[in-house]
């Protein structure tokens, strides 16, 4: 590869605080970070509180390798904090605090730059559950050329969506990456009827996706386009933490699109990355040069 791709994580950087420990999160950072293990250059587009915990977050991320030139800090909103709670039958409960850095996030002269220069990017909803991070996360996609890959990674959190809040984002969208939980409130939402297969088509035609990527957990996942399907059956791994997994599979399934793999291709090369991580600790482990190997080799970035 004799090319450099250029690919933004656009949203949230969070920290989950546990009972007894914190750990640094967000799926726009941890797609950053896979997408530059994978060799891209890859940027996290947030903001951060000029507080203790904004600090700790970019020493964490810089220790990984991470540009953060594009990550903002702010003194007015503190650094975003998911608390995490055990209910009386030890499932997790989750308190996502609400005004926070990110919820302001601006669309700066530095962004505006950017958005043209882009290769893909991926983004969600619970990023613009506020309307000045909504601005800015909508106005940056606009930005971007007509010919760039936009990965539209649902992830619905509580209340922090709405129909027309995902409608905006369909209709930005070239791919829509969701998962076997999230199908059934998108079929209701939009009355798409038939199989999940025929709901997928259906999603996809109904806004002109080039590509619908739907995870079933450790059952694989599904590639649907115009023209094709790739059905993957998953691989068998004992899980350690789940969490992160599917950042990994969408930034690998970034990475196939943008080198324009074969559907199957991309659709094992994605399942594999997720296992890996599935069967580490964290969302963010270092990838074996196995799993490096075959995606981007990309020379020195050059903004």
């Not at 509180?49 to 594009?70: F, P, S, V």
């Not at 649902?154 to 984002?169: D, F, G, M, P, T």
């Not at 009355?191 to 590509?211: N, S």
Request: glycine share 8%; charged share 20%; aromatic share 8%.
């Amino acid at each position: 590869m004799n090319t450099s791709y250029k690919i933004v994580g656009l949203g949230e950087v969070v920290w989950d605080v546990f009972p007894a420990r914190k750990r640094l999160g967000g799926a726009p950072a941890n797609f950053a970070y896979h997408c530059h293990q994978l060799g891209a250059c890859a940027y996290p587009v947030s903001a951060l509180g000029a507080d203790a915990l904004g600090r700790a977050a970019r020493r964490q991320l810089e220790a990984k390798g991470i540009d953060l030139t594009y990550v903002q800090e702010t003194a007015a909103w503190p650094t975003s904090q998911v608390l995490v709670s055990l209910s009386e039958h030890g499932k997790p409960v989750y308190e996502i605090i609400e005004n926070v850095a990110w919820d302001h996030l601006e669309l700066t002269e530095e962004l505006a730059e950017l958005a043209p220069s882009v290769d893909a990017v991926c983004f969600g909803v619970l990023s613009q559950r506020c309307e000045p991070a909504r601005r800015a996360v909508q106005g940056f996609l606009d930005l971007m050329p007509s010919q760039t890959i936009k990965i539209f990674d649902i992830n619905l959190r509580q209340s922090y969506y709405s129909k027309a809040l995902v409608e905006e984002c369909l209709e930005r969208a070239t791919v829509l990456k969701l998962s076997d939980e999230e199908l059934p409130q998108l079929a209701e939402s939009f009355e798409l009827q038939g199989t999940v297969f025929e709901q997928l088509e259906g999603l996809r035609a109904l806004f002109k996706l080039d590509l619908v990527a739907y995870t079933r957990g450790d059952e694989g996942s599904v590639l649907c386009c115009a023209n094709a399907q790739d059905v993957h059956a998953g691989l068998p791994v004992t899980v350690v933490d789940s969490v992160g997994a599917g950042d990994s599979f969408t930034a690998a399934l970034c990475v196939g699109l943008l080198q324009n793999w074969p559907l199957s291709e991309i659709n094992a090369f994605a399942n594999s990355v997720a296992a890996y991580v599935c069967g580490q600790k964290g969302a963010t482990p270092t990838l074996p040069e196995k799993l490096i190997g075959p995606a981007i080799k990309s020379a020195a970035c050059q903004l």
